[in-house]
């Protein structure tokens, strides 16, 4: 059964609402930096495309963290590695990220670490900073510095923190 455009307007509308609900509820506030993994389909049951899904989550955290906020997101490229394939920030695709991960990626204002196997993608207020890191994917000058020096939270969906 197809739903017609405006049901599924209001289904949207309504999944926003309650992931608004649940990440209040979680005590995320206005201006947080958020590290977001996860496996959309641990969403909820939600008749919608997998496209609005994550349009639905990124708007709720939008909602929540508003423009002084930064959405940050695994962009790893290991399948490169022992390759002669070069490494493109904008081109890449994110390998095994999960569809969460790419949606992160490829928003028009994203910016993505420059580490060619495990680089971060990011958006929002500093989302800039991602690419003011050393050459190295861990460690002091790399993202995740910077990471830990904005207190980011770490936001898991249906996975365990250890396979985030």
Request: charged fraction near 20%; include cysteine.
């Amino acid at each position: 059964m197809n739903q017609n455009p405006m049901e599924k307007k209001g289904v949207l509308k309504e999944y926003i609402a309650d992931l608004s609900r649940c990440f209040n509820s979680l005590g995320i506030r206005t201006d947080e930096s958020l590290y977001v993994t996860g496996n959309i389909s641990r969403l909820g049951r939600v008749r919608l495309p997998k496209e609005k899904k994550l349009e639905g989550l990124h708007s709720a955290l939008i909602k929540i963290i508003g423009d002084e906020g930064s959405i940050f997101s695994p962009a790893a490229s290991m399948n490169l590695c022992n390759t002669d394939i070069p490494f493109d920030a904008k081109k890449t695709p994110s390998h095994e990220m999960g569809p969460l991960a790419e949606y992160f990626r490829l928003l028009p204002n994203a910016k993505r670490s420059l580490h060619p196997f495990w680089s971060i993608a990011g958006s929002g207020k500093n989302a800039h900073l991602l690419n003011e890191v050393s050459r190295h994917a861990y460690g002091l000058g790399s993202p995740w510095t910077h990471l830990l020096d904005l207190n980011t939270r770490q936001l898991n969906f249906g996975l365990h923190p250890s396979k985030a």
